[in-house]
């Protein structure tokens, strides 16, 4: 028995793409609760098609068992019209909060976007006169002479371009895998994780240089299976918080390690303290640190919640372990907390 419920533009069907087609011409074909039967061009068998009309809901059937029975076939699409009623009201509002879901995730999404393409636009003009640019016939010129004038600001505005640019390819490459792929498209390949980190943290060197923060990346020539289209961004999710949140004068640590079959990067920093009741907290969806509320340097709450994701994509783990001894800088209260992520090693790994 395969059936077809519609209402609307929604459709609930447990027959394949072949019966699916089948059953919605019965809306067309069949004057409403005639049912007829036919040889199955599918299964080369007689079956006995129908539908039935209640309220704006379409049901159509198609019954292989007992064909020749009309009180049958009435019975099971009465069956299936009264739990569809029932289950009704729950379908629609879980329809509903999936829309909101949707919405909300291409709401934050698009956020993110705009923002870092607002942030490339406007670098250029920390040392190009917008309104002069425009009065230029030889704009080319007027540009070569802005930056010969202006190295130091032309110099900054190429690293903030480079970051909004590379901010906004991970952030459309986990849009897509996170929630725009059923099932996603992961290809586990051997890639030297020290320069995965290096190039993490290229991203963020103008905040780090800024704020004179000293990164010992110490050597490693091991190499982990991972998806680079899904673990950069990771990688550049937790490379953001760190650059937000580590106090200023201060150095990161990173270490890394073999254990069993597992690549281990240790990052140890001065960050703003995280409390006991929030370690778990930090890896959930919307969810802000307390300190980063506190100096209006909370985000959206999604960095550390689509880092786990995505590492846990790739067969690893990420861990935070936070300092409990707290430091007071600058009115804000730091900790030293190590960050952990753990990777599959890869059989190409050196000695």
Not at 178 to 199: C, R, V
Request: hydrophobic content about 35%; proline content about 3%.
């Amino acid at each position: 028995m395969y059936f077809l419920i519609q209402e609307t533009e929604n459709i609930i069907s447990n027959g394949s793409n072949d019966c699916l087609s089948c059953l919605k011409e019965l809306f067309f074909e069949n004057p409403e609760n005639i049912t007829t039967i036919k040889n199955c061009i599918h299964t080369k068998k007689l079956v006995r098609r129908g539908y039935k009309k209640f309220d704006e809901v379409f049901i159509s059937l198609c019954v292989f068992d007992n064909p020749d029975s009309t009180r049958l076939f009435k019975e099971k699409i009465n069956a299936i019209k009264d739990v569809y009623q029932s289950l009704q009201p729950h379908v629609k509002e879980l329809y509903e909060n999936e829309k909101r879901e949707i919405a909300q995730r291409f709401k934050d999404f698009s956020h993110n976007v705009i923002t870092y393409n607002a942030k490339i636009v406007q670098a250029p003009y920390l040392f190009i006169p917008h309104d002069a640019l425009l009065q230029q016939e030889d704009k080319l010129t007027f540009i070569k002479e802005c930056i010969r004038n202006n190295l130091d600001d032309a110099a900054n505005s190429f690293l903030a371009m480079l970051k909004g640019a590379e901010l906004t390819k991970h952030e459309f490459a986990t849009y897509d895998i996170l929630h725009n792929q059923a099932t996603p498209d992961i290809k586990m390949e051997s890639h030297k994780i020290h320069k995965l980190i290096q190039m993490a943290l290229n991203v963020f060197w103008k905040d780090f240089y800024e704020n004179k923060i000293n990164i010992n990346n110490g050597k490693c020539n091991l190499c982990v299976d991972v998806d680079f289209k899904s673990f950069m961004p990771a990688l550049v999710h937790i490379t953001n918080n760190m650059s937000k949140y580590v106090c200023p004068n201060t150095t990161i640590d990173i270490t890394y390690s073999k254990e069993n079959s597992s690549v281990i990067v240790q990052f140890s920093m001065l960050s703003f303290c995280v409390f006991p009741n929030e370690i778990d907290k930090i890896w959930e969806k919307n969810y802000s640190g307390k300190i980063a509320k506190l100096m209006q340097k909370d985000g959206g709450g999604l960095g550390m919640y689509f880092a786990k994701k995505l590492i846990e994509l790739n067969k690893g783990e990420i861990l935070f372990y936070n300092g409990s001894d707290y430091l007071i800088k600058n009115d804000t209260q730091y900790a030293w907390n190590r960050e952990i992520i753990k990777a599959p090693l890869s059989h190409q790994s050196e000695p």
